[in-house]
């Protein structure tokens, strides 16, 4: 892995995700290092975040690195028409490593193939999250104590949710049976559900929450995600289609979860979260742990 850029979660094998895995689980159990202490890593945000880029920014602290970069654009040079290309060469020479979040769509794999430095996708459009894949795996793993035969509910905007895409992609490799829960508008792309068939796995669509909740292993909930919506009245209304209550996974699997990539709207009422089954935000934790693995690696530290 090292020096490789990570775009989409297919550009890492099988085989490499489960070792960025294996080296989160050494920073869970020792999260302050001093690793990173001659790297600068540029944390370039053109798109707003929360989790993704505080945690890569967390990540690299607890290592004992430097982070650079912009949270927005306005205060760039972008601003003044400079292109991507321009910016990712110039901030190339200042950085040993390039987290970025475009809303466009392929800006991340465009980035890879200019830059000196490994790009890390964190989010390009409504295409694909990889790293919030990983730390996807990492929870699942976590709670489920494997990755392999499970039955996984994604319940939401499975055509705009980029963490639904690379999720997806990446569960195909261990036989998960997938529920696919969303409004007719807002169906699993064909390009993605093509990963699903390649590998002869089961997928099962259904536009009603909770008829598959007994039998499944996790419940994957997401946003209507509002930003990508060219029609606001289509937004108006289908923003409410799926809100999950306390009452609605009593009868669940002892070790089902639910989790969420977040940010939440209303889409998991406060009450789930005392529940034992919500993992929302150790899931949101896990991502400092994932992060932190995933650039020791790249840059030839694990
Ligand atoms: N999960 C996620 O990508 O959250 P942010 O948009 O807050 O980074």
Redesign the pocket.
């Known amino acids: 892995m090292k020096n490789k850029s990570l775009v989409s979660i297919n550009d890492y094998s099988k085989e490499e995700q489960l070792r960025i895995l294996e080296v989160a689980q050494e920073f869970e159990k020792k999260p302050v290092q001093t690793i990173l202490q001659d790297y600068v890593v540029a944390s370039l945000f053109f798109e707003?975040?929360?989790?993704?880029?505080l945690s890569f920014e967390s990540a690299v602290n607890r290592l004992g690195g430097k982070v650079i970069g912009f949270s927005e654009a306005t205060n760039t040079s972008v601003k003044k028409g400079e292109s991507l290309r321009d910016t990712i060469l110039t901030i190339a020479n200042y950085s040993d490593l390039i987290v970025m979040r475009n809303p466009v769509e392929g800006s991340a794999r465009f980035a890879s193939e200019i830059s000196p430095v490994p790009i890390i996708n964190a989010?390009d459009g409504a295409n694909q999250?990889p790293t919030?894949t990983l730390l996807d795996l990492y929870s699942i793993q976590k709670t489920q104590g494997t990755l392999d035969n499970l039955h996984v509910a994604l319940v939401g905007d499975l055509k705009y949710g980029r963490?639904v895409h690379s999720l997806v992609i990446a569960m195909c490799n261990f036989n998960t049976t997938f529920h696919l829960i969303s409004p007719l508008e807002l169906k699993l792309p064909s390009s993605v559900k093509m990963h699903i068939k390649e590998k002869n796995l089961s997928y099962f669509q259904y536009t009603e929450m909770n008829e598959v909740f007994s039998h499944a292993d996790i419940l994957y909930m997401t946003r209507i995600q509002r930003e990508r919506f060219s029609d606001p009245l289509e937004f108006e209304r289908i923003k409410n289609s799926y809100i999950l209550h306390k009452d609605m996974i009593a009868n669940t699997k002892d070790s089902f979860k639910v989790l969420h990539?977040?940010?939440r709207v209303n889409e998991i009422d406060i009450q789930v979260d005392s529940s034992e089954k919500a993992y929302y935000f150790e899931q949101a934790l896990n991502g400092v742990y994932v992060r932190q693995a995933l650039m020791a690696l790249i840059l030839g530290l694990r």
């Open positions: 707003p975040s929360t989790r993704t880029r989010g999250h919030q963490t990539p977040l940010p």
